[in-house]
């Protein structure tokens, strides 16, 4: 048994189109938010995804903080290495 991708890609594409051509742009970011909601509700239920882990705020800060300190440390490797 093939799998015919290109086929399956372009059949959920058309009827994509047709569920969503009469909406406006926020209606459609709604049904992709919710749809999206739905879906992740089903893998957790089933046990394929696990419930992200929330960072409290002053996790999130350090975490911040590392990322821009690591690339002002890139930044400064950087320009000795081209000097």
Do not use: H
């Not at 970011?29 to 002053?58: F, N």
């Amino acid at each position: 048994m093939a799998v015919k991708a290109v086929e399956m890609v372009r059949k959920i594409r058309d009827q994509l189109y047709e569920e969503m051509k009469d909406l406006s742009l926020e209606e459609q970011k709604e049904l992709v938010e919710r749809e999206s909601r739905a879906l992740q509700r089903m893998l957790q239920e089933k046990g394929w995804l696990k419930k992200p882990k929330r960072l409290s705020k002053p996790s999130r800060a350090k975490k911040v903080k590392r990322e821009v300190s690591g690339r002002k440390n890139f930044k400064r490797r950087e320009q000795r290495i081209s000097r």
